[in-house]
């Protein structure tokens, strides 16, 4: 059993930071990569950001040069760093891990958390 907690979430106004933080535990196998996808109500659930093991990450174009992605590999943990933010941020943002194990690749999701951006 694999768990992901995401945390950091929260209010905030337009022009502002918040850092979220997602811990995986349980029986993983080799982490390919983690990232993070949000989803607004009425809209799909979209890559924000992901990042692997060595460090090789990739952006949505409407994050980049405002989202940090980065990790403690040691401790399974992703991070996101995200500054300047706009009203078209807000949405529940879900911690993604995808890993290889003894009977092939597995996807696991966080529970989410909910970042608002007051205008």
């Known amino acids: 059993q694999v768990q992901l907690v995401e945390s950091g979430g929260g209010l905030v106004q337009a022009g502002g930071s918040l850092r979220l933080s997602c811990v995986a535990s349980g029986t993983i196998g080799r982490i390919n990569f983690m990232g993070w996808y949000r989803q607004a109500p009425g809209n799909r659930r979209d890559l924000v950001a992901t990042?692997?093991?060595?460090?090789?990450?990739n952006y949505a174009d409407s994050v980049k040069d405002r989202f940090t992605v980065s990790g403690d590999n040691a401790k399974n943990t992703i991070f996101l760093q995200m500054n300047s933010l706009k009203p078209e941020d807000t949405a529940a943002y879900y911690c993604?891990?995808?890993?290889?194990?003894?009977?092939?690749?597995?996807?696991?999701w966080g529970q989410g958390t909910q970042v608002t951006v007051s205008s």
């Open positions: 990042i692997t093991g060595t460090g090789y990450t």
């Open positions: 993604y891990l995808r890993s290889t194990g003894l009977i092939g690749t597995n996807n696991y």
